[in-house]
């Protein structure tokens, strides 16, 4: 294993871990962004408030969004794996 394919395993599982928490986080930053907003108009100033929303939503996203984020991450150690193998 060469310095290329080091590279290649890197650059891979940083794109699989931008797939595999993007959704959620994606998801947990508009919440945030839109509760600001009403906070922001309304001057209720309450930290609770973006709290609960966000760890319920990051909650039924990491329930809606696991079958993919399962397959993502199997796809990639099969990959790894497999690599690894034909190293060997």
Known sequence: MNEADVLDIAREAI??????GG?????ALLIGLGIS???ALTQIQEMTLTFIPKVLVIFVSMLLFM????STLSDFTERL?????GAG
Request: aromatic letters at 4%; charged letters at 15%.
């Open 67 to 70: 079958p993919y984020m399962l």
């Open 37 to 39: 907003l009403v906070q």
């Open 81 to 85: 794996m497999d690599r690894v193998a």
């Open 23 to 27: 959704p959620t986080m994606l998801l």
């Open 15 to 20: 794109i699989v871990t931008v797939k595999v």
